[in-house]
């Protein structure tokens, strides 16, 4: 079983810069896909990127391509969101996921959030406009 931290959410203004990190605690984090999700308050939990194992191949919800680029360092066990150009809009709790990824016959992680298997507890980005 593996423990996700998230860190890195704060307060800031529209058009700025953050950097969310996501800590797993698993040795064997090359063998899970990985995802980025947000919460907006009043809404469902909705997809924002993943990543497959090896970290060559992401994909993006079009509300943040071009924006949020998702990257993971298999030696420390980390997975990355850094976010520019950020918007009121992208205010929420992120939380990062994890898929086992030989349960599935899958080649590429999901959007889904029913597919993956641990989460974190979430970190809190707000975007003051």
């Known amino acids: 079983q593996v423990q996700l931290v998230e860190s890195g959410g704060g307060l800031v203004q529209a058009g700025d810069s953050l950097r969310l990190s996501c800590t797993a605690s698993?040795?064997?984090?090359?063998?899970?896909?990985m995802a980025w999700f947000r919460q907006a308050p009043g809404k469902e939990r909705e997809f924002v990127a993943n990543?497959?194992?090896?970290?060559?191949?992401?994909d993006y919800a079009d509300s943040v391509k071009g924006r949020f680029t998702i990257s993971r360092d298999n030696t420390k066990n980390t997975m990355s969101l850094q976010m520019n150009s950020l918007k009121p809009e992208d205010t929420a709790v992120y939380y990062c996921?994890?898929?086992?990824?030989?349960?599935?016959?899958?080649?590429?992680?999901?959007?889904?959030?029913?597919?993956?298997?641990?989460w974190g507890q979430g970190t809190q980005v707000t975007v003051s406009s």
């Open positions: 996921a994890a898929e086992w990824m030989f349960g599935t016959t899958r080649r590429q992680p999901s959007r889904r959030r029913d597919e993956y298997d641990y």
């Open positions: 698993e040795g064997s984090f090359t063998n899970y896909y």
């Open positions: 990543i497959n194992y090896g970290g060559g191949v992401s």
